[in-house]
């Protein structure tokens, strides 16, 4: 089965990561449409399913977000809250936590209230076509961490991914019929999620939305909050209040 041009790499590792862990039928934000599927529809009816779609991926965060906080009591990290290793994850997804609402309020400078209106391809659009969901992987990986695990926060991750490529996939659909050649020659040139900053450009001057950064910052705020959560968490499990039931790398 081809690939939509310009990014066959992370299409086929996704593929390939779905089918070996078996996911992908239990994600409901994770159909992914074929590349030609209803390139009949209009604009208009691009967007009212993409707006469903991020219905789904909320929902999905939702429901699978609450099923985590349940399992996340009874987990911990095999290595000692003391320990130099332990310390050190979390101070790793605390830097992750930390850029990555940075990073959101940077790409808001940028995007404004331009979302969907036009072809943002300065400062951080430049390199990445997603950086606002590179930073939200880069957030959760760095809640995950906060546990002291290294393989938590991986997964953790690579769940938000499965469930963000698909969201990807549809607004792709949307800007390829909105902005036509421009957009297949921004996808041959940008990456899709990994950013390649030798392709860096921005204006000397960005007009952005306050409003705009403000909502960016009250949304991102709360990743902060996986801190005291956290440390909730190693307390109950240190005072024998809550029985840890499996130790993570």
């Known amino acids: 089965m081809s690939k939509p041009a310009g990014i066959p790499y992370e299409n086929s590792l996704f593929d390939a990561i779905m089918k070996v862990v078996g996911m992908t ?27 469903k779609v991020q219905v789904r991926r909320r929902n999905t965060l939702t429901v699978y977000g609450i099923v985590l906080a349940c399992i996340l009591p009874f987990l911990a ?3 000692t809250d003391s320990s ?13 936590i930390v850029i990555a609402i940075l990073g959101r309020c940077w790409c808001m400078l940028y995007l404004g209230g331009h979302k969907g209106a036009d072809l943002i391809d300065q400062g951080p659009y ?16 760095g809640i995950g961490a906060q546990s002291g695990s290294i393989l938590l926060g991986l997964v953790l991750a690579l769940f938000v991914y499965a469930v963000f ?19 297949a020659e921004y996808c041959a040139r940008v990456p899709r999620l990994l ?14 939305s306050v409003s705009g950064l403000w909502n960016t910052i009250r949304d991102a705020a709360p990743y902060l909050l996986a801190l005291p959560l956290f440390e909730l968490i190693e307390w109950g ?10 130790r993570l790398y």
């Not at 039928?25 to 707006?51: K, T, V």
């Not at 430049?126 to 990986?141: E, K, Q, T």
């Not at 950013?195 to 952005?208: A, E, H, I």
Request: glycine share 6%; proline share 6%; charged share 20%.
């Open 25 to 51: 039928g239990l994600l409901p934000g994770c159909y992914r449409r074929q590349p030609g599927e209803d390139d009949d529809h209009s604009i208009d009816e691009i967007w009212r399913h993409l707006s």
């Open 77 to 79: 990290s095999t290595w």
């Open 84 to 96: 130099l290793m332990h310390q050190g994850v979390e101070w790793a997804g605390l830097a992750l």
């Open 126 to 141: 430049s390199i990445s076509r997603n950086p606002l969901y590179l930073f939200s992987m880069m957030a959760v990986a």
């Open 165 to 183: 490529n698909n969201v990807i996939d549809e607004e792709e659909r949307l800007l390829r019929k909105v902005f036509g050649p421009h957009y």
């Open 195 to 208: 950013p390649r900053f030798s392709l860096w450009k921005s204006d000397d001057q960005v007009m952005f």
């Open 237 to 246: 499990q240190s005072a024998g209040w809550l029985p840890v039931l499996l």
